[in-house]
């Protein structure tokens, strides 16, 4: 008898693989998908292992294998554990980022209304409701329940209500369950399976009609100079050599019929661009790179150069090589609707060897891209997350571009952090791993100049001639000039506009010159909150604690933590004064302004309110570019990835909404975020200036960034992470519990708390500390109160911790954390 342990994709905090018997005359081996009972469900799950020696317990059967061959590659099974290890998740959550869904089979549990009549006489009012919604929608999955709820302003969680439901008979669960959901898109192609020379004689054969003939003949045309095995698609053969000759040569079994997978974003095989000859700097960090594909340890690389200073002709230089060995390529990106040229770069250099992953793809574009990716039809994978945990079976080079962008980190779920596992995977694959930014995370920075990894800097930027294929590099593209406003000094000489009159007159220069600007400000709407001014009652969310903000297009006030909107108090709720007025300041305001003070300009603006799907970002981007538009008003979004060659001034409208939040990382999202926008201006041959506004001129973020010294800044914002024992200097868990009673969510915190007290004191870690229990940043969210508690210390004593931690329910752990808020 032959046992197996499968790691079961079922969301479970276990580590641990389960054991199960794998039946007579089933064959699975590690790495194949099964199907298997899990409690009272049916759940795919992946074989870890084959074993002689059962567990002392009767085993369950594997019900049926779903894949024979592997889901996952060897590489992928032992990264999954080192995810497992390292974000204190489960061992199947891990390999789950690695399965699509489309080839899963998974049971749903379902409630239904069995006898109304067994309700009890003390049957409350959340009782009611949950049997209001069955009746209403019959059968019903746990998600259609909790929408029907809130949608008639019920907000309690139904689980505990449908479980007292079932006790008494009046519910009944039903688990429905279904089967693989995505297959791969395919096209019908034809292979030709026979030498060219032998088709003539099946063109002189008798009862033939001549447009057959001639089709034939064709084809032999075609083939010439490629020979047997040459595949075309069966469309466009058909239009080349007509249906009868192509039935025909099926018929005489010179042509084969076969499918292929479709890439899910096709594009046109486009002719290689030209390729530009290297800067003497870009040179020395690829050659640098391509040094470690043949180490045994090729290690880390960042590469660290200014905005426009063409990392990306080195990313493809290093690919160009990676490729001819025959290997592929994951390139990661921080979020492919804001990242649209450098996709468009990759698909006008490599075609459709290129696959794209993201979350916008349904399950069987995904699954169609993940085949491709599989069967190496795919030789370079781009997306976010995602992309790295793909099954790429010939890896040779991983890029990291932008690899200091926070939305790498997963913010629910298995909250890994997409740069760490990559480095990670490198190591396990023994493949170079290159991390690109201009304003690297201060982790990575301080690894590179220790040693741990190697640090490749191009200093400046550089303007590409495609005329003679050469790189130039010359003081009219240096980086933009910046100058910092005192809006302190603006306010005592009257001018209350969100614009100094600096930044006024150069946007009108600019305008006058026929060029475009760009206005930035981290924060939507028309003002921060609404306050009476008689009272000082600040308009609140009643679920969240939060604000409520002005959004003048709509006239309402909208809550951004659960998105509640309501209509604009007349009088002061709280004590019926008319004095309401708006503080503060969103885009909605800055391009209210915009137009009264740049009548004559076309205005766009870009932020979560206007662009919400992928092809209104593209939109936006394709009509900025075409100088369909002057001035660009948005948030951090247009920070990411654009070039526009006509923008020569940035405008950063008030910098102290990034500078002060109460996040250790806040200084150094601000310095990346000002020099990421001031980065837009003056990207050709026309000089830039960036222009920030702030009360704080003289913090050492604003300071450096203006003079574009990211060493000046690193060196400041190192000194005050050593001080706070914060990343690089120490490792931070925070550990949060959610309830809709604060009171007991609270408790936990204060238990959670005390029993890593205890551990640390009994086992003598060092260097270890226990903040908290406190009320998170957010501490009431769509009615759910949030507490949380710090782990900080050093490894190994600080892994050893966690690894011993426990957690109540309802109770989660965000290992490196990217924010604190």
Same mark, same amino acid.
């Given at each position: 008898?032959?046992?197996?342990?499968?790691?079961?994709?079922?969301?479970?905090?276990?580590?641990?693989?389960?054991?199960?018997?794998?039946?007579?005359?089933?064959?699975?081996?590690?790495?194949?998908?099964?199907?298997?009972?899990?409690?009272?469900?049916?759940?795919?799950?992946?074989?870890?292992?084959?074993?002689?020696?059962?567990?002392?317990?009767?085993?369950?059967?594997?019900?049926?294998?779903?894949?024979?061959?592997?889901?996952?590659?060897?590489?992928?099974?032992?990264?999954?554990?080192?995810?497992?290890?390292?974000?204190?998740?489960?061992?199947?959550?891990?390999?789950?980022?690695?399965?699509?869904?489309?080839?899963?089979?998974?049971?749903?549990?379902?409630?239904?209304?069995?006898?109304?009549?067994?309700?009890?006489?003390?049957?409350?009012?959340?009782?009611?409701?949950?049997?209001?919604?069955?009746?209403?929608?019959?059968?019903?999955?746990?998600?259609?329940?909790?929408?029907?709820?809130?949608?008639?302003?019920?907000?309690?969680?139904?689980?505990?209500?449908?479980?007292?439901?079932?006790?008494?008979?009046?519910?009944?669960?039903?688990?429905?369950?279904?089967?693989?959901?995505?297959?791969?898109?395919?096209?019908?192609?034809?292979?030709?399976?026979?030498?060219?020379?032998?088709?003539?004689?099946?063109?002189?054969?008798?009862?033939?009609?001549?447009?057959?003939?001639?089709?034939?003949?064709?084809?032999?045309?075609?083939?010439?100079?490629?020979?047997?095995?040459?595949?075309?698609?069966?469309?466009?053969?058909?239009?080349?050599?007509?249906? @009868?000759?192509?039935?025909? *040569?099926?018929?005489?079994? $010179? +042509?084969?019929?076969?499918?292929?997978?479709?890439?899910? &974003? !096709? %594009?046109?095989?486009?002719?290689?661009?030209?390729?530009?000859?290297?800067?003497?700097?870009?040179?020395?960090?690829?050659?640098?790179?391509?040094?470690?594909?043949?180490?045994?340890?090729?290690?880390?690389?960042?590469?660290?150069?200014?905005?426009?200073?063409?990392?990306?002709?080195?990313?493809?230089?290093?690919?160009?090589?990676?490729?001819?060995?025959?290997?592929?390529?994951?390139?990661?990106?921080?979020?492919?609707?804001?990242?649209?040229?450098?996709?468009?770069?990759?698909?006008?250099?490599?075609?459709?060897?290129?696959?794209?992953?993201?979350?916008?793809?349904?399950?069987?574009?995904?699954?169609?891209?993940?085949?491709?990716?599989?069967?190496?039809?795919?030789?370079?994978?781009?997306? @976010?997350?995602?992309?790295? *945990?793909?099954?790429?079976? $010939? +890896?040779?080079?991983?890029?990291?571009?932008?690899?200091? &962008? !926070? %939305?790498?980190?997963?913010?629910?779920?298995?909250?890994?952090?997409?740069?760490?596992?990559?480095?990670?995977?490198?190591?396990?694959?023994?493949?170079?791993?290159?991390?690109?930014?201009?304003?690297?995370?201060?982790?990575?920075?301080?690894?590179?100049?220790?040693?741990?990894?190697?640090?490749?800097?191009?200093?400046?930027?550089?303007?590409?001639?495609?005329?003679?294929?050469?790189?130039?590099?010359?003081?009219?593209?240096?980086?933009?000039?910046?100058?910092?406003?005192?809006?302190?000094?603006?306010?005592?000489?009257?001018?209350?506009?969100?614009?100094?009159?600096?930044?006024?007159?150069?946007?009108?220069?600019?305008?006058?010159?026929?060029?475009?600007?760009?206005?930035?400000?981290?924060?939507?709407?028309?003002?921060?909150?609404?306050?009476?001014?008689?009272?000082?009652?600040?308009?609140?969310?009643?679920?969240?604690?939060? %604000?409520?903000?002005?959004?003048?297009?709509?006239?309402?006030?909208?809550?951004?933590?659960?998105?509640?909107?309501?209509?604009?108090?007349?009088?002061?709720?709280?004590?019926?004064?008319?004095?309401?007025?708006?503080?503060?300041?969103?885009?909605?305001?800055?391009?209210?302004?915009?137009?009264?003070?740049?009548?004559?300009?076309?205005?766009?603006?870009?932020?979560?309110?206007?662009?919400?799907?992928?092809?209104?970002?593209?939109?936006?981007?394709?009509?900025?570019?075409?100088?369909?538009?002057?001035?660009?008003?948005?948030?951090?979004?247009?920070?990411?990835?654009?070039?526009?060659?006509?923008?020569?001034?940035?405008?950063?409208?008030?910098?102290?909404?990034?500078?002060?939040?109460?996040?250790?990382?806040?200084?150094?999202?601000?310095?990346?975020?000002?020099?990421?926008?001031?980065?837009?201006?003056?990207?050709?041959?026309?000089?830039?200036?960036?222009?920030?506004?702030?009360?704080?001129?003289?913090?050492?973020?604003?300071?450096?960034?203006?003079?574009?010294?990211?060493?000046?800044?690193?060196?400041?914002?190192?000194?005050?992470?050593?001080?706070?024992?914060?990343?690089?200097?120490?490792?931070?868990?925070?550990?949060?519990?959610?309830?809709?009673?604060?009171?007991?969510?609270?408790?936990?915190?204060?238990?959670?708390?005390?029993?890593?007290?205890?551990?640390?004191?009994?086992?003598?870690?060092?260097?270890?500390?226990?903040?908290?229990?406190?009320?998170?940043?957010?501490?009431?969210?769509?009615?759910?109160?949030?507490?949380?508690?710090?782990?900080?210390?050093?490894?190994?004593?600080?892994?050893?911790?966690?690894?011993?931690?426990?957690?109540?329910?309802?109770?989660?752990?965000?290992?490196?954390?990217?924010?604190?808020?």
């Amino acid at each position: 008898m032959t046992w197996v342990e499968v790691a079961v994709l079922t969301g479970s905090p276990q580590q641990s693989t389960y054991t199960y018997v794998l039946p007579e005359g089933m064959q699975a081996r590690p790495g194949s998908a099964v199907l298997v009972g899990f409690g009272p469900r049916r759940v795919t799950g992946v074989v870890w292992r084959r074993t002689d020696s059962g567990p002392e317990f009767e085993a369950k059967p594997v019900l049926r294998v779903l894949s024979e061959q592997p889901v996952v590659t060897p590489l992928q099974m032992r990264l999954a554990e080192w995810i497992a290890d390292r974000y204190l998740c489960g061992l199947g959550e891990a390999v789950g980022l690695m399965v699509p869904r489309g080839i899963r089979e998974e049971g749903q549990s379902a409630y239904q209304l069995a006898d109304v009549a067994l309700l009890p006489a003390t049957a409350g009012e959340r009782d009611q409701a949950v049997v209001e919604a069955l009746r209403d929608l019959g059968i019903a999955q746990l998600d259609q329940i909790r929408t029907w709820l809130r949608a008639r302003r019920h907000h309690f969680p139904p689980e505990s209500v449908l479980s007292r439901l079932r006790r008494t008979g009046a519910v009944v669960r039903i688990e429905r369950w279904r089967g693989p959901s995505a297959r791969a898109r395919t096209e019908r192609w034809l292979r030709l399976v026979v030498e060219p020379a032998s088709l003539e004689a099946i063109a002189t054969a008798p009862q033939l009609g001549e447009a057959t003939r001639a089709g034939i003949r064709r084809l032999t045309e075609l083939a010439s100079g490629e020979g047997a095995g040459s595949a075309w698609p069966a469309a466009w053969l058909v239009e080349q050599i007509g249906a @009868a000759a192509v039935s025909r *040569l099926v018929a005489a079994g $010179a +042509l084969a019929r076969e499918s292929r997978g479709v890439a899910q &974003e !096709p %594009s046109p095989v486009h002719p290689q661009v030209e390729t530009l000859r290297l800067t003497p700097a870009q040179s020395a960090a690829a050659d640098r790179i391509l040094a470690a594909l043949d180490h045994p340890e090729p290690g880390v690389y960042l590469l660290h150069g200014v905005t426009g200073s063409g990392k990306t002709e080195v990313y493809f230089d290093v690919i160009d090589a990676v490729l001819a060995r025959g290997l592929q390529t994951v390139v990661l990106v921080p979020e492919i609707s804001m990242t649209p040229q450098t996709l468009a770069r990759l698909r006008a250099r490599y075609g459709d060897s290129v696959a794209v992953l993201h979350s916008a793809l349904g399950e069987s574009e995904r699954h169609g891209e993940w085949l491709r990716i599989r069967s190496g039809e795919a030789s370079i994978v781009v997306g @976010a997350r995602s992309a790295l *945990l793909a099954p790429v079976f $010939a +890896l040779g080079l991983i890029i990291v571009d932008e690899e200091h &962008e !926070p %939305s790498y980190k997963q913010d629910a779920g298995v909250r890994y952090h997409a740069r760490d596992v990559a480095v990670e995977l490198g190591r396990l694959a023994g493949v170079p791993v290159v991390l690109g930014s201009a304003t690297p995370d201060i982790v990575t920075y301080h690894r590179a100049v220790t040693g741990q990894y190697t640090l490749l800097n191009l200093p400046e930027r550089y303007l590409p001639t495609p005329t003679d294929g050469q790189s130039q590099i010359g003081d009219e593209v240096g980086l933009p000039h910046v100058e910092v406003v005192d809006l302190r000094t603006e306010l005592r000489e009257g001018n209350r506009s969100v614009f100094s009159v600096r930044l006024r007159t150069a946007v009108e220069d600019a305008l006058a010159r026929g060029e475009q600007a760009i206005l930035f400000l981290n924060r939507r709407g028309a003002s921060t909150f609404v306050m009476c001014r008689d009272c000082g009652l600040v308009m609140t969310c009643r679920r969240c604690d939060a %604000s409520l903000v002005y959004h003048s297009a709509q006239e309402n006030l909208v809550c951004h933590l659960c998105n509640r909107r309501s209509p604009v108090p007349r009088v002061c709720p709280g004590c019926g004064g008319q004095r309401i007025r708006y503080f503060g300041i969103g885009t909605q305001r800055v391009e209210s302004e915009a137009r009264e003070a740049f009548p004559t300009a076309r205005i766009i603006r870009y932020d979560h309110d206007t662009v919400r799907t992928r092809s209104a970002h593209e939109a936006v981007y394709a009509a900025f570019s075409e100088h369909q538009a002057d001035i660009l008003i948005g948030t951090q979004m247009i920070a990411k990835g654009f070039d526009y060659p006509l923008v020569t001034v940035v405008g950063i409208i008030c910098a102290d909404q990034s500078l002060h939040l109460p996040d250790f990382r806040s200084s150094e999202r601000a310095f990346q975020l000002f020099s990421q926008v001031a980065g837009r201006a003056g990207r050709r041959h026309r000089p830039g200036l960036a222009i920030i506004q702030t009360y704080s001129p003289d913090h050492y973020a604003v300071q450096a960034a203006s003079r574009h010294d990211y060493e000046a800044f690193a060196t400041e914002e190192l000194g005050y992470r050593q001080r706070l024992r914060t990343p690089p200097f120490a490792r931070l868990a925070r550990l949060f519990g959610t309830d809709w009673t604060e009171r007991r969510v609270a408790a936990q915190a204060e238990s959670v708390a005390s029993a890593l007290r205890l551990t640390v004191d009994q086992e003598g870690f060092p260097d270890v500390e226990i903040l908290g229990p406190a009320p998170a940043f957010r501490r009431r969210v769509r009615g759910i109160y949030s507490w949380q508690v710090i782990v900080r210390g050093a490894d190994p004593w600080f892994g050893r911790l966690l690894e011993k931690m426990r957690l109540p329910a309802r109770w989660q752990a965000d290992v490196d954390p990217q924010s604190m808020l």
